[in-house]
């Protein structure tokens, strides 16, 4: 007679991958809305199961051991199957509805969203949208460890492996000060940025390596002194005089200069803008409706705004 297998369960391979993220059992158990002493007992049942420890604990820290590290790179891949499984039962039902996880990166979420949502969830009300905001390659992570089902991110950007689809050109305007001596010039040149103190977003996000591609400028460029975390904080920046920007055009629609005094011009030439598009896994089953709802970001960016806020 053949001996009875237990098995991890998935919910323990969750907190297993939470303590390997953390490496802080109070921490992995705050993410996965239980107690630490719920998430002790789950993982201690889960090295019963498999008659092996993979959790070193310690006083002060928390180790995986090299066997734990290896379970960990399996559940992964078993979770993301199980939710491309669940993806795949979903895709039989009415488009565009159950639940769809969101990543968004900063410089993307507070202009696109407020503008494209509402309208998406009166032709979808059975689909729910739950939102997560971060920087490109944290999304990244968690979309390749199943915990997003969806991206949507500013190219160009390295998405090995994934599949994207874009759906909308962002092009830059400069930001200048009140005042400033090429603020009368129709469109803005990259030549005319060389000799500027020109303010970006802190080193490690995407859209100040898509502003410098965008004026043909080297990292050196920028003001290393001052940079902001933020569009908000930079538009305040240079509101107060400290030098020029550049800012995509979707984050100037949304409203982002509208209670400063600067002076918005487009920035001439070939490629001076970023793309934004969708990433999802290609083993997802859910194409057909991350297509649509591309779609339906697209369209409403290709309508215009009411009152431009532009100067």
Known sequence: MASYKRLPTLTQLRHLIAVSQHRHFGKAAEACFITQSSLSISIKELESNLE???????????????LGEEVVSRALKVITDVEDITDLTRAEGAPLSGVIRLGVIPTIAPFLLPRTLPKIRRSYPELKLYLREARSADLVHQLVTGELDLLILAFPFPATGLETLLFADDPFWVAYPKGHPNSKVERVSASMLRDEALLLLEDGNCL??????????????ANVDFQASSLHTLIQ??????????????????GLAKSTKTVLRPLDGKETSRQIGMVWRPTSARKQDFTLLADSFRDELATPLRRSQMS
């Open 208 to 221: 100040r390596d898509h502003a410098l591609g965008a004026c043909q400028l080297s990292t050196g460029s």
């Open 237 to 254: 920046m240079v509101d107060n005089g400290l030098g020029v920007t550049l800012l995509p055009k979707m984050a100037i629609d949304g």
């Open 52 to 66: 092996t420890m993979l959790v070193e604990r310690t006083r002060r820290s928390v180790l995986m051991t090299p």
